[in-house]
């Protein structure tokens, strides 16, 4: 399964509690939309950790690796072919 699709399923499962409707696109900001505020953001570092074995340093801690799907996928892939 693609990363982008299992962020996606943590986010609308364990975030949204099955609302996927409040996940309109790939390059929706998780943050200017409400998808996620600071304790969602820090829930879903912990998957991506967990899930892909990789570690989120705090100089990471940017919206251009975690403020959507799209960026959260090109963060994935540049962390596990660094």
């Known amino acids: ?9 943590f986010i609308v499962n364990e ?3 099955g609302n996927e409707s409040l996940l309109t696109s ?3 900001s998780f943050l200017k939309t409400g998808v996620l505020d600071s304790s969602g953001l820090l829930e879903l570092i912990t ?3 967990n899930t892909f074995g990789i570690t ?9 690796n975690l403020d959507s799907l799209d960026n ?3 963060f994935i ?6």
């Open 1 to 9: 399964m693609a990363q982008k699709t299992k962020v996606k399923q």
């Open 15 to 17: 975030l949204l509690f």
């Open 26 to 28: 790939d390059d929706q």
């Open 47 to 49: 998957f991506i950790e």
């Open 56 to 64: 989120v340093n705090d100089d990471e801690l940017v919206p251009e």
């Open 72 to 74: 959260v996928e090109k």
């Open 77 to 82: 892939l540049h962390k596990a072919t660094a």
